[in-house]
């Protein structure tokens, strides 16, 4: 019996996400940010693909980022896994392309969104935060030698996300 109802809370969270990825959907296409794009990736409604502008006066600008979004069958009460696929040079992404960020971990809330999540992380490319890295050694440079990181952020820009 357990397992009976384990398998029907299984199937309603599953519904439940599906309405609510199908609504983010709809409205992201309605009325999309200005700097981002998100979709899925073929016929899979909880696998999604965006793309992010870098923002302007960054050294990310002229950028075009890929990100890859997995949405939880219990979404929207558990968050979504967001990733990276465009190498970046940033001192809260990594090398796999994990994000440092509070909304993707315990500052989750069901009231956000898809667009919610993209826009914030647009904004670490404006306002990094070093003071709490997923690779301290770009934060260290962040901190102590701007004009270098800009450069090297810059370079990378150019060599990855062009």
């Known amino acids: 019996m357990i397992r009976a109802s384990s398998r029907l809370m299984t199937v309603k969270d599953r519904l439940t996400a599906l309405d609510g990825i199908s609504k ?12 981002c794009s998100a979709g ?6 909880f696998k999604w693909e965006a793309k992010i ?25 558990k968050p979504p896994k967001v990733m990276f696929i465009t190498n970046i040079y ?3 992404i990594n090398d796999r392309g994990n994000i440092c960020l509070d909304i993707l971990k315990e500052n989750w809330s069901p009231a956000l969104n898809i667009s919610n999540v993209l826009l914030s992380i647009t904004s670490i490319f404006t306002d ?4 709490d890295p997923l690779v301290p050694e770009i934060a260290q440079e962040y901190k102590h030698n ?11 820009t150019r060599k990855f996300a062009s």
């Open 24 to 35: 983010e959907l709809l409205e992201l296409q309605r009325d999309p940010p200005s700097c």
């Open 40 to 45: 899925p990736i073929g016929n899979d409604i």
């Open 53 to 77: 502008i870098g923002p302007p006066d960054t050294p990310y600008s002229g950028g075009v980022f890929s990100l890859d979004i997995r949405f939880p069958t219990d979404y929207p009460f």
């Open 90 to 92: 940033h001192p809260n």
């Open 128 to 131: 990094p935060n070093p003071d």
């Open 146 to 156: 701007r004009a270098r990181y800009e450069a090297t952020a810059r370079e990378w």
